[in-house]
């Protein structure tokens, strides 16, 4: 399997990069095989403290490659060699899309140019995304015949709201990056110079920060399924850890001697 999804450590930030840029990374069966993998291998890096995800070649990703829709019925198999079909094949590119979210790091996804249909939900998956001035984001799965089912209709609506995500499905239609912003679609606006170097060095903070930015995104989105007595429970749980931990002490001693913070992530 060649290498369509590279790995590489920067400053703490693991650069997950899509290299497809030849079709403008569209995303094929070993791109989701190699993105979930990638992801994994973040999570168990101790060199890492945040990821950065983009594609290589000025463009995030226009959507699925049309080999994955043929690839159901024709060689999709597991580890037994039995065919993969149905809720299990698309439960398998799921996965894929929902490791950027469960992983106990910050991930950002760093949009440029086309952010079509599989990879506006790719990008929906992570925990904040940032778009270059030249951003185009669309659901495009109904020009497909299709809905979106990466995830899409499950995080559009807590993103966005229901109405405006039902509206971009229904229409497929692009969105640009100053909307993006204004809709909460995306949450930050880099750089038009070099917007992967502004992504870069915002990320690179997060990577260096404490050990609660790693807790935080899942403590978010957890809440969001539990009621007031149980939210305030696994917050009062996740601030236990942070207290217990050496971050907060970093934190107060470099308070005390006017110094900048030396973080471990912990």
Same mark, same amino acid.
């Given at each position: 399997?060649?290498? *369509?999804?590279?790995?590489?450590?920067?400053?703490?930030?693991?650069?997950?990069?899509?290299?497809?840029?030849?079709?403008?990374?569209?995303?094929?069966?070993?791109?989701?095989?190699?993105?979930? +993998?990638?992801?994994?291998?973040? &999570?168990?890096?101790?060199? *890492?403290?945040?990821?950065?995800?983009?594609?290589?070649?000025?463009?995030?990703?226009?959507?699925?490659?049309?080999?994955?829709?043929?690839?159901?019925?024709?060689?999709?198999?597991?580890?037994?060699?039995?065919?993969?079909?149905?809720?299990?094949?698309? $439960?398998?590119?799921?996965?894929?899309?929902?490791?950027?979210?469960?992983?106990?790091?910050?991930?950002?996804?760093?949009?440029?140019?086309?952010?079509?249909?599989?990879?506006?939900?790719? $990008?929906?998956?992570?925990?904040?995304?940032?778009?270059?001035?030249? $951003?185009?984001?669309?659901?495009?799965?109904?020009?497909?015949?299709?809905?979106?089912?990466?995830?899409?209709?499950?995080?559009?609506?807590?993103?966005?709201?229901?109405?405006?995500?039902?509206?971009?499905?229904?229409?497929?239609?692009?969105?640009?990056?100053?909307?993006?912003?204004?809709?909460?679609? +995306?949450?930050?606006?880099?750089?038009?110079?070099?917007?992967?170097?502004? +992504?870069?060095?915002?990320?690179?903070?997060?990577?260096?920060?404490?050990?609660?930015?790693?807790?935080?995104?899942?403590?978010?989105?957890?809440?969001?399924?539990?009621?007031?007595?149980? &939210?305030?429970?696994?917050?009062?749980?996740?601030?236990?850890?942070?207290?217990?931990?050496?971050?907060?002490?970093?934190?107060?001693?470099?308070?005390?001697?006017?110094?900048?913070?030396?973080?471990?992530?912990?």
């Amino acid at each position: 399997m060649s290498e *369509v999804v590279s790995y590489e450590v920067v400053d703490g930030v693991a650069h997950v990069t899509i290299e497809r840029p030849e079709v403008k990374n569209a995303m094929s069966l070993d791109v989701f095989d190699q993105l979930r +993998a990638r992801a994994e291998e973040a &999570a168990g890096d101790d060199r *890492v403290g945040a990821v950065l995800l983009r594609g290589r070649g000025g463009v995030f990703s226009s959507g699925l490659d049309t080999s994955v829709f043929g690839a159901q019925a024709d060689a999709a198999t597991d580890d037994d060699g039995e065919p993969i079909t149905g809720h299990g094949f698309i $439960a398998g590119l799921q996965d894929a899309f929902t490791a950027y979210e469960t992983i106990d790091k910050p991930t950002v996804a760093c949009i440029q140019s086309y952010c079509f249909g599989g990879g506006i939900q790719l $990008a929906a998956a992570c925990h904040v995304r940032a778009v270059a001035p030249d $951003a185009q984001l669309s659901v495009l799965e109904a020009r497909w015949g299709l809905v979106p089912d990466l995830g899409g209709t499950w995080r559009l609506p807590r993103l966005i709201g229901l109405g405006r995500a039902t509206e971009l499905v229904l229409t497929a239609r692009r969105v640009d990056a100053e909307e993006a912003v204004r809709i909460g679609l +995306a949450e930050w606006l880099l750089d038009g110079d070099d917007p992967v170097a502004d +992504a870069h060095d915002r990320v690179r903070r997060l990577a260096a920060g404490p050990g609660a930015l790693r807790q935080s995104p899942r403590l978010l989105r957890e809440n969001l399924e539990r009621d007031r007595t149980a &939210a305030l429970r696994a917050e009062a749980d996740a601030q236990l850890a942070c207290l217990g931990g050496p971050d907060f002490v970093e934190a107060v001693t470099a308070s005390l001697e006017r110094r900048d913070p030396r973080f471990v992530g912990r």
